[in-house]
């Protein structure tokens, strides 16, 4: 028996979000199974996922809390992959974000009034994301060395970085040793809409965002030199592209973003810094989803940050309603991810099993 | 059905949205025949034997293999039924040997074994004179030898039936020849194929019989034995376009670009030019002529700031430009059409709008945002003035038929006004109407003070329009000759490397 895989012949009849949606709903399916094996009904789960989280107030607004910083850090990767630029430490750089906006509230200037303080700690909070994705950008413009693995390696340091503050010099002296800051001065916190946790302003940056991320692939020719690397790095230089700016601009836009998440969810969420799994919950890595279920347009990163935010609140209730396991999350992220590659193939290329004669 | 046709398509009909690029073709192709396609650019030949290699579907008409009635469904069933095309522009992996590309196609060889490739090989290379380097990379191998490795592959796996589409738009005359006694042997072994070129001598050559298609339509099948060039042309475009000349005699201007002692390495390390030395004025046509691979590729590149010099100097508007990049370069007016310009100067993802402003679209930038309506105005007015045929500006540059995208890539260079052009065989892949169009325009960018840095094969071209020429050959200038006194003779065994 041979397996052979050919090019589908005419252009495949699907479109790019018919697949993003198809995806989504296999990752589903094949979710229902594996609740099946906890005896836990498929039709009661996302019941509960979809209907119950958003029939409430509760609910709601903590989908569109969560559904801010993933929304920045979608954007920032969907112009890094617009380049081929394939930054994955989002993660650390929201991290990091959230590092400078926690110095700047505790440590650098916490008597300052609100309107001075907090637009400080947005933009350390950015230049500091920006400086982590920095250091990959110039490794691979200048000596070429792999963004993949730097950017990776980069979040385990952040990670650390964080485990060492909370721990360390920075753990609160009040806090019963529990791994936790203190909490930041109130001038440091973002006005919430009433009764939920939704930080208003950055709620505005995201929405900002991606008009401005959306404007800037298309008409800028920023964005062009971004298309054009992201298509051929020997065209580029044909087409006088610096190769340099495109792969720096592009990750430190995009370390800024996440920078910026990473102080939204300090000033508007924490209020303190605690350990990494409890600051960010992998906004990083599932922003990575959210790019490619986009197909890379910034616009529509606003829908499927919404759709992953309530699988994620979702996910959080039925953890305890149902008694499902921890993690059933991202079971259903992993499960998107895989489905959308297969899809994706499956639309270029059949696969066909011809017998052995 | 006669048994004797390979091949029958009766009635092709294939629009794509706006074009019609076949309409009601009949197509045959018999055994032990070399059958060539002829017809301007656009003209649907490539469109048609990607019907009959199952790549598109066709909207109406019939196939028949070996007499039998079929739908081709796709590439890999049109291998099974006997047919292998190679495409246009090569889609080899650079990367992989040529053992790993064999083996890759064959089915009896599943793992990557020398000697099982060798066995499998050995017969080809004996019979067909198909002799290549197993374990050479593709990008080291020239374009006559990934031709080769083309043609391997497909007799591998089985075929009878070969389709070529312009396989010696880029090889040397002796690559040519070589090609052309594979073909002859094959032919007389059987094989039916189809070959697809824009050179009527060389057809007129190879061939047993003839198809021309216009705008789509079949004109005629007649057999090469009574066709000759000018009935060709006729058929093809209605007339044969007379030569453009080199009328313009106002003496040269000062020196646009100046080359002192240069050595230039290529991709692999060795050293491809030696010590050339030359200078380029204003309003003239500079020619270099030589046969492929001569380092005609990396002195160009090196004029363009794509390569680093090893050693020497270059003046571009009286100033050193060795460390410049190329948009510095761009920016004084230093145009560029590349060697395989399809790979390295258009995307094909991208628009025809965009790929019309892809080494300019900073002179269509204003505060940082590009303005679409000059852009669309520009790229409307390339599209007329160089007659390229394209379905609207918003189209993928990958719609457009092979010599319409290098008319693209000329309209685009010739009219970003520039100082010095420098153009590595501009007119590869064009029909003859549009080559003579572009060596017209060629003189009208030199008539008005442009510098022209001309790389070409082709020595009628070279005598045709250049006002001085130089000979390439192994990286050094093997003799430098002004219009009046060049000679075909001597260029010739120059070119060849012979030392007079
Ligand atoms: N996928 C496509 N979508 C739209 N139009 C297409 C497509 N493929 C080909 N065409 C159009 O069909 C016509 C015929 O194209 P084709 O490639 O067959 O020409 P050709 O004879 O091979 O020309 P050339 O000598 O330039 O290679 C052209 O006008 C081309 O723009
Ligand atoms: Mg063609």
């Known amino acids: 028996m041979i397996i052979k895989i050919e090019k589908r012949s005419e252009y495949n009849r699907y479109s790019a979000l018919d697949i993003s949606i198809l995806s989504v709903l296999l990752a589903l399916a094949v979710a229902s199974i594996i609740m099946w094996a906890f005896r836990v009904s498929p039709t009661r789960a996302y019941y509960e996922i979809f209907v ?78 920006a400086f982590w994705a920095l250091i990959p950008a110039l490794l691979k413009a200048k000596a070429r060395v792999n963004e993949i693995i730097t950017t990776l390696m980069l979040n385990y340091v952040a990670e650390k970085i964080v485990e060492y503050l909370v721990y360390g010099p920075w753990k609160s002296p009040s806090g019963w040793g529990f791994p936790l800051t203190d909490t930041i001065p109130d001038q440091a916190r973002l006005p919430l809409i009433p009764g939920t946790p939704v930080h208003i302003p950055t709620l505005g940056i995201s929405l900002l965002s991606s008009a401005l991320v959306f404007l800037v692939l298309r008409k800028t020719s920023m964005g062009f030199e971004l298309k054009v690397y992201g298509f051929s790095e020997k065209v580029a230089e044909y087409a006088t592209v610096s190769r340099t700016k495109v792969i720096v601009i592009s990750m430190v836009l995009s370390g800024a973003l996440a920078g910026i998440a990473g102080v939204g969810e300090i000033a508007g969420i924490h209020y303190r810094l605690r350990l990494p799994r409890s600051i960010s919950g992998g906004y990083g890595y599932t922003g990575i989803i959210v790019a490619w279920l986009s197909r890379l347009n910034p616009l529509a990163c606003i829908p499927f940050s919404l759709l992953l935010s309530v699988l994620s609140v979702g996910s959080d209730a039925i953890q305890i309603t149902l008694k499902l396991p921890r993690g059933v999350i991202n079971i259903f992220n992993g499960l998107i991810l895989v489905m959308l590659l297969v899809l994706d193939f499956l639309a270029k290329y059949r696969i066909k099993v011809i017998k052995h004669e | ?245 080199n009328t313009h005699t106002s003496p040269p201007g000062g020196e646009v670009l100046q080359v002192k002692s240069l050595y230039v390495k290529n991709d692999r390390g060795g050293i491809a030019v030696r010590g050339v030395s030359f200078s380029v004025r204003k309003g003239e046509i500079f020619g270099v002529i030589g046969v492929a691979g001569n380092g005609q590729r990396e002195l160009a590149e090196a004029i363009a700031g794509l390569r680093k010099p090893v050693k020497g100097e270059i003046f571009f508007r009286g100033i050193l430009v060795n460390g410049s990049g190329p948009r510095e370069l761009a920016r004084r007016g230093l145009a560029y059409i590349p060697e395989e310009s399809f790979k390295t100067a258009v995307l094909p993802e991208l628009t025809v709008a965009e790929n019309s402003i892809l080494r300019y679209y900073w002179r269509f930038t204003e505060k940082g945002f590009i303005k679409k309506t000059l852009v669309e105005k520009w790229a409307k007015s390339l599209i007329k003035e160089f007659d390229i045929l394209a379905e609207g500006l918003h189209v993928k540059a990958k719609s457009l038929s092979g010599g319409n995208l290098q008319k693209l890539v000329i309209a685009r260079e010739l009219s970003s006004k520039p100082e010095l052009l420098v153009a590595v065989n501009p007119t590869a892949g064009l029909d003859i109407s549009a080559s003579q169009r572009t060596r017209e325009k060629l003189l009208e960018i030199k008539a008005q003070g442009s510098g022209v840095l001309l790389f070409t094969e082709d020595i009628d071209e070279a005598l045709q329009i250049c006002d001085r020429i130089a000979v390439i050959f192994k990286g050094s200038f093997k003799g430098l000759f002004s219009r009046e006194e060049a000679d075909v003779n001597k260029i010739s065994l120059l070119m060849a490397g012979v030392d007079l």
Request: proline content about 4%; hydrophobic content about 45%; charged content about 20%.
């Open chain 2, 1 to 245: 059905m006669e048994e004797s046709y390979a091949v029958l398509m009766k009635n092709i009909t294939k629009k794509f949205s706006s074009t019609v690029a076949n309409y009601r073709v009949d197509f045959d192709l018999r055994k032990g025949e070399i059958h060539a396609l002829l017809g301007e650019n656009g003209a649907g030949k490539t469109t048609l034997m990607r019907i009959l290699y199952g790549e598109i579907q066709p909207d109406e008409g019939e196939i028949f293999v070996w007499g039998k009635k079929t739908v081709v469904k796709s590439p890999s069933h049109a291998l099974r039924l006997g047919i292998s095309m190679v495409h246009q522009h090569f889609r080899l992996v650079d990367s992989l040997t040529v053992a790993e590309h064999l083996a890759l196609c064959s089915s009896e060889v599943r793992f990557l074994s020398k000697r099982k490739i060798e066995n499998l090989v050995a017969e080809y290379f004996k019979e067909y004179y198909l002799k290549v380097d197993l374990d050479a990379h593709i990008w080291q191998l020239s374009a006559g030898e990934k031709q080769k490795v083309e043609i391997l592959k497909a007799l591998i796996r089985g075929a009878r039936i070969l389709v070529l589409d312009e396989p010696t738009s880029s090889l040397t005359p002796l690559e040519v020849k070589d090609l052309f006694r594979v073909l002859h042997k094959l032919r007389n072994r059987g094989y039916a194929i189809v070959f697809i070129s824009h050179k009527l001598g060389e057809v007129l050559e190879i061939s047993d019989r003839i198809t021309i298609l216009r705008k789509g339509k079949k004109v005629a099948t007649i057999p090469a034995s009574e066709a000759d060039p000018v009935t060709l042309a006729k058929l093809m475009v209605g007339d044969l376009p007379s030569p453009a000349k």
């Open chain 1, 52 to 129: 119950k989280t958003l029939s409430n107030k509760y609910g709601i607004s903590h989908v569109v809390a969560r559904t801010i910083p993933l929304l920045l850090c979608s954007l920032g990767l969907v112009v890094c992959f617009k380049a081929g630029v394939w930054n994955i430490g989002a993660e650390g750089q929201l991290l990091m974000g959230a590092v400078a906006a926690t110095g700047v509230a505790l440590y650098l200037m916490p008597q300052s009034p609100s309107w001075i303080l907090l637009p400080t700690m947005f933009t350390l909070g950015a230049v500091m994301g």
